[in-house]
């Protein structure tokens, strides 16, 4: 995921609605495993604390 436009940081454990096209989807944040590079994907970091705004992640959603 790309965070585009949140206030503050996103930890594991939150729980947002995704829009998809038409669909809403309520999912979780189940585990942040790695931040990385928008732009070329390389890892910068491994299991990070939270996510902010323009940061890429690779996470697992769950949804709820």
């Known amino acids: 995921v790309i965070i585009l436009n949140h206030p503050g940081e996103i930890k594991n454990g939150y729980a947002p609605v995704l829009d998809c096209h038409t ?7 189940a585990e942040i495993k790695e931040k990385c590079d928008r732009r070329s994907g390389k890892k910068l970091e491994d299991n990070p604390k939270f996510v902010k705004s ?3 992640a690779m996470v697992d959603l769950v949804p709820s």
Do not use: N, S, T, V
């Open 23 to 29: 669909a809403h989807i309520a999912c979780k944040f």
């Open 54 to 56: 323009g940061d890429a």
